[in-house]
């Protein structure tokens, strides 16, 4: 199926038709949902703040704070740009520089996607498969918030995409490619190493098989690749005096893994997979995967490479859960992006089973699959247009409200000990730890109940501002311990 996708590739101009529809509609929806933005998520904040002190005192940023600085950076430069064309300096300036950032990464991802796509299933099945990513709520909220993951994506997929030509073409210099890319990746997400494993994995089966490539030059490449990556990535992990400054993977923690544990942290990855591709495309994502990979004799050198990417992926995620007790859709999102590619193939093997069953002459079933996978297509993506227009984070309202209370009823030097950081952070009021500092204000999320709050030890003080969250389940109150 794939191959005949592939034998009949079009040129240069369909390529850059089919690239022209699909960065338009992407950027058309990051737009909107930039400007329709209610609220940016928790670790965002971390990001601003990071890329505003990085700023005034880079070296010091890097060591105190534990992200990592590539996508600060990117954000600063943004608001940098920004400032050319204006003098403000507003915390939404810098929100909207953050997501900014983002958005054109993701533009430039959905450029090394298609390609990538074209190169595994066939040029008509990637602008389908990329169009479905672009269209996918969680994705495309993903690309126009002030978050690391399209970035990281980026550096991910185009080193992706350059480790197959470079396994393929045998072309050296594209080894070396790969490890600078990841390195650059690496400074906006540790995961980005996964292309240094990846590159390895293959020249070592290549070295051991010694079928196509001399040894020699085997080696060379795995010094390319490594020397590549350190170039970039090495003086980060000197300063921070560690290779995984976040998160270190011990071998006692992987040792101690337990099988009830990783059945549970499966089950929750599936449930993320799923709820990310709003469920109306994981049939046919099963199918397309099935029908890509159900004959070993057939694989070829890209599909190792995506063989071995979902299975690092998922044991990450079950590391992940089994030793953090957590695995959010954002940290399963890249097994997404890179199977999407076998979901148009799939939609086109259940047009063809409708068809046969609706009417069993072949020559109809040809005739009119296409009418039929164009009509499946259509109905997934209508079941992601109502949540794709709805405002991001748009039950976190109250959120703003309360921030806004903050500055309009408190002095600038004002203390607010906060448990959401979104509420000091757009009220520009300095978040202080409950237990450290000599607040003044407290701004606290509680869970509601009938009776009121459901918060025993809530503090004595006087409430100066509650307000129940859109839905009713939650009510963010702020208490003065001087009123």
Same mark, same amino acid.
């Given at each position: 199926?794939?191959?005949?996708?592939?034998?009949?590739?079009?040129?240069?101009?369909?390529?850059?038709?089919?690239?022209?529809?699909?960065?338009?509609?992407?950027? *058309?929806?990051?737009?909107?949902?930039?400007?329709?933005?209610?609220?940016?998520?928790? &670790?965002s904040v971390q990001y601003v703040e990071y890329a505003k002190n990085?700023?005034?005192?880079?070296?010091?940023?890097?060591?105190?704070?534990?992200?990592?600085?590539?996508?600060?950076?990117?954000?600063?430069?943004?608001?940098?740009?920004?400032?050319?064309?204006?003098?403000?300096?507003?915390?939404?300036?810098?929100?909207?520089?953050?997501?900014?950032?983002t958005l054109a990464l993701r533009l430039l991802a959905i450029v090394v996607l298609y390609l990538l796509g074209k190169d595994l299933v066939g040029p008509r099945f990637s602008f389908w498969a990329v169009l479905i990513i672009i269209l996918l709520p969680k994705s495309a909220q993903y690309g126009s918030n002030a978050l690391t993951d399209w970035p990281h994506l980026? !550096?991910?997929?185009?080193?992706?995409?350059?480790?197959?030509?470079?396994?393929?073409?045998?072309?050296? @210099?594209?080894?070396?490619?790969?490890?600078?890319?990841?390195?650059?990746?690496?400074?906006?997400?540790?995961? *980005?190493?996964?292309?240094?494993?990846?590159g390895l994995l293959w020249l070592g089966l290549v070295f051991l098989t010694g079928r196509t490539w001399a040894r020699s030059k085997t080696v060379l490449a795995t010094v390319l690749l490594l020397v590549g990556f350190l170039i970039v990535a090495g003086p980060y992990m000197k300063l921070k005096r560690a290779p995984?400054?976040?998160?270190?993977i011990h071998i006692s923690e992987v040792a101690n893994i337990e099988l009830p544990k990783t059945t549970e942290a499966l089950a929750k990855l599936g449930g993320n997979i799923g709820d990310t591709l709003e469920w109306i495309f994981v049939p046919t994502w099963i199918i397309g995967l099935y029908a890509a990979f159900r004959k070993t004799s057939q694989y070829k050198t890209p599909q190792f490479f995506i063989i071995?990417?979902?299975?690092?992926?998922?044991?990450?995620?079950?590391?992940?859960?089994?030793?953090?007790? @957590?695995?959010?859709?954002?940290?399963? !999102?890249?097994?997404?992006?890179?199977?999407?590619?076998y979901v148009p193939g799939g939609i086109e093997l259940l047009a063809s089973w409708l068809q046969k069953i609706k009417n069993k002459k072949t020559s109809w079933a040809t005739n009119n699959k296409q009418l039929v996978f164009y009509v499946l297509l259509a109905i997934g993506i209508a079941v992601c247009i109502p949540q794709l227009l709805r405002p991001l984070n748009h039950e976190k309202l109250f959120l703003r409200k309360a921030a806004q209370w903050l500055a309009e009823n408190t002095d600038k030097? &004002?203390?607010?000990?906060?448990?959401?950081?979104?509420?000091?952070?757009?009220?520009?009021?300095?978040?202080?730890?409950h237990d450290k500092q000599p607040y003044r204000y407290t701004a606290t999320v509680l869970p509601v109940?009938?009776?009121?709050?459901?918060e025993n030890d809530a503090p004595p003080w006087p409430i100066v501002f509650s307000l129940d969250s859109t839905d009713k389940k939650t009510r963010v109150v702020i208490y003065d311990k001087q009123h």
């Amino acid at each position: 199926m794939h191959s005949k996708q592939r034998s009949s590739q079009p040129g240069t101009k369909q390529d850059t038709f089919h690239l022209s529809i699909l960065l338009a509609i992407a950027l *058309c929806v990051g737009i909107y949902i930039i400007a329709t933005t209610v609220a940016i998520s928790r &670790d965002s904040v971390q990001y601003v703040e990071y890329a505003k002190n990085f700023a005034s005192a880079p070296t010091k940023t890097m060591l105190e704070d534990s992200n990592h600085p590539g996508y600060p950076v990117m954000i600063l430069g943004a608001h940098k740009i920004a400032g050319l064309f204006s003098e403000s300096e507003s915390i939404l300036d810098w929100i909207r520089s953050a997501q900014s950032a983002t958005l054109a990464l993701r533009l430039l991802a959905i450029v090394v996607l298609y390609l990538l796509g074209k190169d595994l299933v066939g040029p008509r099945f990637s602008f389908w498969a990329v169009l479905i990513i672009i269209l996918l709520p969680k994705s495309a909220q993903y690309g126009s918030n002030a978050l690391t993951d399209w970035p990281h994506l980026f !550096f991910l997929a185009t080193g992706f995409f350059l480790l197959i030509r470079a396994a393929t073409s045998k072309k050296l @210099y594209l080894f070396a490619l790969v490890g600078i890319v990841a390195g650059l990746g690496y400074l906006v997400r540790s995961e *980005c190493a996964q292309l240094v494993i990846y590159g390895l994995l293959w020249l070592g089966l290549v070295f051991l098989t010694g079928r196509t490539w001399a040894r020699s030059k085997t080696v060379l490449a795995t010094v390319l690749l490594l020397v590549g990556f350190l170039i970039v990535a090495g003086p980060y992990m000197k300063l921070k005096r560690a290779p995984l400054p976040k998160k270190s993977i011990h071998i006692s923690e992987v040792a101690n893994i337990e099988l009830p544990k990783t059945t549970e942290a499966l089950a929750k990855l599936g449930g993320n997979i799923g709820d990310t591709l709003e469920w109306i495309f994981v049939p046919t994502w099963i199918i397309g995967l099935y029908a890509a990979f159900r004959k070993t004799s057939q694989y070829k050198t890209p599909q190792f490479f995506i063989i071995t990417l979902v299975v690092l992926n998922v044991a990450l995620m079950v590391w992940l859960y089994t030793t953090y007790s @957590y695995m959010d859709k954002r940290h399963s !999102f890249p097994l997404v992006l890179f199977t999407i590619f076998y979901v148009p193939g799939g939609i086109e093997l259940l047009a063809s089973w409708l068809q046969k069953i609706k009417n069993k002459k072949t020559s109809w079933a040809t005739n009119n699959k296409q009418l039929v996978f164009y009509v499946l297509l259509a109905i997934g993506i209508a079941v992601c247009i109502p949540q794709l227009l709805r405002p991001l984070n748009h039950e976190k309202l109250f959120l703003r409200k309360a921030a806004q209370w903050l500055a309009e009823n408190t002095d600038k030097g &004002d203390l607010v000990a906060v448990s959401d950081p979104r509420i000091a952070f757009y009220a520009q009021r300095r978040n202080v730890s409950h237990d450290k500092q000599p607040y003044r204000y407290t701004a606290t999320v509680l869970p509601v109940s009938n009776t009121g709050l459901a918060e025993n030890d809530a503090p004595p003080w006087p409430i100066v501002f509650s307000l129940d969250s859109t839905d009713k389940k939650t009510r963010v109150v702020i208490y003065d311990k001087q009123h």
